[in-house]
């Protein structure tokens, strides 16, 4: 089955720089690849994703990117805020057999004042 | 609209006694999961269910049975609680499109 790696397990930045989170994934067949932000104590929720006909996608200060070739995507976010300190992970999942998605193990995001 | 709904938030079992895990949907989603979280291990999928009158399992499915009662529910039960199965459960629904919206989660303690 899919397996899915993430790197770095913890992330610290200073407020106003730039975060990036890697993810690779093994299974070539894999083409939707979503993003989630977990606050403490709160549910996984969607911040952005991307689908494999496609290399990148902008949202204001969150952009993902995927190199299918090397099997990877990462995430990037632009002018950090202490509102983005949360768990971050990513996920893959191949069309049909259920849209199961396959999780990273999660990067924990701290923006330091 | 609720979204999906999970019920109990907060549960402590006893070693070998029993519980089932309700989740229900009402965004007319036709696939549902059954995740645990643990810590540094993301979310792991127990079983699945891509539409009414199926289920499958997925990557840890030993220790739990579930149920797609009709298409807005789907249930998890634990038949003989075990402390391993401590965890953080969440219950998902996604469209076609495989956006998942997910649930509360249950935090379950087992001692």
């Known amino acids: 089955g899919e397996n899915v790696e993430q790197h770095p397990s913890t992330l610290s930045v200073q407020e106003g720089d730039s975060a990036v989170i890697k993810c690779t994934y093994s299974?070539?067949?894999?083409?939707?690849f979503p993003w989630y932000k977990q606050e403490l104590g709160k549910r996984p929720q969607l911040i952005i994703d991307?689908?494999?006909?496609?290399g990148e996608k902008k949202d204001q200060r969150i952009a993902v990117t995927l190199n299918k070739t090397a099997k990877h995507f990462s995430l990037h976010i632009t002018e950090t805020q202490p509102e983005d300190s949360a768990v971050y992970f990513c996920?893959?999942?191949?069309?049909?057999?259920?849209?199961?998605?396959?999780f990273g193990t999660g990067t924990q995001l701290k923006v330091e004042l | 609209n609720a979204g999906v709904t999970q019920t109990p938030k907060f549960q402590v079992l006893k070693t070998g006694q029993s519980m089932t895990l309700q989740c229900a949907q009402d965004?007319?989603?036709?696939?549902m999961y059954w995740y645990r979280q643990d810590p540094g291990m993301g979310l792991r999928l127990i079983y699945y269910?891509?539409?009414?009158?199926?289920?499958d399992k997925g990557e840890v499915p030993n220790g739990y049975n579930v149920s797609r009662l009709n298409k807005r529910e789907f249930s998890l039960r634990l038949e003989s609680a075990a402390p391993s199965q401590t965890s953080v459960y969440f219950c998902?629904?996604?469209?076609?499109?495989?956006?998942?919206?997910f649930g509360s989660g249950t935090r379950l303690t087992v001692v």
């Open positions: 998902a629904s996604s469209e076609e499109d495989r956006t998942y919206t």
């Open positions: 965004m007319n989603h036709n696939s």
């Open positions: 991307i689908r494999s006909n496609v």
């Open positions: 996920a893959a999942s191949i069309t049909g057999g259920g849209n199961k998605l396959t």
């Open positions: 269910s891509a539409s009414e009158g199926t289920t």
């Open positions: 299974d070539s067949a894999s083409n939707y």
